[in-house]
């Protein structure tokens, strides 16, 4: 791995391919299972969905740029360095966040819906 991060960018294109399929399908059931009937009552719950989901996102919009990402840590504040990413990601994100931490849980699952719809155009287009 550190041969093809010293490399002169090359990126397989197999291996983008199935980090986007991989990704986005998790992406998708975590969506799926944040927004089951009793799942708004476990907080915890809530904001361990929310986290994998934008991990999932993280590891698509990496490899949707071309870019090795290692691990998720500072993947989100590094965000606006790539060139093919939802309008405003990191703030839309942050506020996902604190929209569930104010107890506005439909809002917050709206603009993940929105959030997972724009990034499935971004792959669609690459």
């Known amino acids: 791995m550190k041969a093809y991060l010293a ?12 980090i986007i399929e991989k990704f986005m399908w998790e992406a998708k059931f975590a969506c ?3 927004n089951k009937p009793g799942a708004f009552e476990d907080i915890n719950y809530i904001f361990g969905s ?25 993947a989100l504040p590094h965000i606006s360095r790539l060139s093919t990413i939802p309008d405003e990601f990191q703030l839309q ?11 506005n849980f439909d809002e917050a ?18």
Not at 8 to 17: I, Q, R, V
Not at 109 to 126: F, P, Q
């Open 7 to 18: 490399s002169d960018g090359y990126y397989p294109p197999l291996m983008k391919k199935a």
């Open 32 to 34: 799926e299972c944040s």
């Open 50 to 74: 929310v986290f994998h989901i934008v991990c999932s996102w993280l590891q698509v919009l990496y490899a949707l740029n071309k870019t090795y990402l290692m691990n998720e840590k500072k």
């Open 93 to 103: 994100i942050n506020q996902v966040y604190s929209t569930i931490a104010d107890g």
């Open 109 to 126: 699952y709206v603009i993940i819906l929105k959030l997972d719809n724009e990034i499935r155009d971004l792959c669609a287009a690459n």
